[in-house]
């Protein structure tokens, strides 16, 4: 299967996914803050790896995956009818936490920006 194909039925994957998650999914503890950041398929197409961003606590974020996890199966007959392949791939839900660790990341940054700007402050001060 050519690397091109792979990324663009990913790709429409990943928007449908995301379609179904936010308007079919009837499941309440699908919260509405869950949002599909990538999708990994295997290069003949049969298992895809869906990765989402789930906002809320930990506890909510657990019971929203295993509610995807449970509902993997229409995911998955909601892809066979939306894209024509021979096979449908299998749909596994991951928990993606790299949009937290980037507002992490971004927060450290800033918190040590805000310390350099204080000490430069204090410096001019004691000159």
Do not use: C
Not at 58 to 85: H, M, N
Not at 92 to 107: K, R, V
């Amino acid at each position: 299967m050519s690397e091109n194909r792979v990324r663009r039925v990913a790709e429409q994957i990943k928007k449908d996914v995301s379609q179904i998650i936010t308007v079919e999914i009837k499941d309440p503890r699908v919260v509405e803050m869950t949002s599909v950041t990538d999708v990994e398929l295997s290069k003949d197409l049969r298992h895809a790896s869906v990765y989402v961003s789930i906002y809320g606590s930990e506890a909510e974020k657990e019971e929203t995956l295993q509610a995807l996890a449970r509902a993997s199966g229409f995911v998955r007959s909601e892809i066979g009818k939306r894209i024509r392949l021979r096979y449908t791939p299998e749909i596994i839900f991951f928990l993606d936490t790299s949009i937290e660790y980037g507002a992490y990341i971004e927060s450290v940054i800033k918190s040590l920006k805000e310390e350099e700007n204080r000490d430069d402050s204090r410096s001019d001060e004691n000159s």
